[in-house]
C-alpha cells in the first residue's frame, strides 16, 4: 500500500496567533487526531519539529559551496513545523485524513506520496538501490535495540 506524508506548514503570522491558545489544549487536539488515526491503522509515523529558531539551513551552491545559516530566518514565509507518515489505499485518503486535522487558519498541511521501488525500476541494478533493503533493516534493528 503507497505511503503518503503530510507535511505541516505554518506561517510566522498563524504562530503568532496560536501563542493566545492554552498549549494543552493543543496537545489535547493533536493527541485525539493521532490516536483517531493511529484506531484506524493508518499512522506509521509522525513528529512534531522544535521552533524554527534552533535550527539551521545549509544552502548549496556552485560545486563545494555550502553556506549554513541558524533560525531564526528573515523572511520566512512558511515554516515546516512536523509531519505524519500514513499507510492508505490513495492519495484521495491521504486527503481526507489531513482535512481532519486540527490546525488554525494560517496553516497547511501538504499531502505527497512517499515514492517506492516502482519509481526506480529503470535503475533496479544501481547498487544503492539495491543496499537500500538492507539499510531499512539496520534501521529497523537499531529502533528495536533502542525499544
Known sequence: MPRYMLIMRTTDAAQAASADIDFEEVINA?????????????????????????????T???GDERVVT??????????????????????????EWAKRCPLGPGNALEVRRVTDESDFEDYADNEFLQAEEGWREQI????????
Open 30 to 58: 493533536m493527541g485525539a487526531y493521532n490516536a483517531a488515526m493511529m484506531e484506524a491503522g493508518v499512522m506509521v509515523g509522525g513528529d512534531g519539529l522544535s521552533d524554527a529558531a534552533q535550527g539551521a539551513v545549509v
Open 140 to 147: 529497523a534493528a537499531r529502533e528495536a535495540e533502542k525499544g
Open 60 to 62: 548549496f551552491g556552485e
Open 70 to 95: 541558524d533560525g531564526p530566518y528573515g523572511e520566512t514565509r512558511e515554516l515546516f513545523n512536523g509531519f505524519w507518515m500514513l499507510d492508505v489505499p490513495a492519495q484521495a485518503d491521504a486527503v
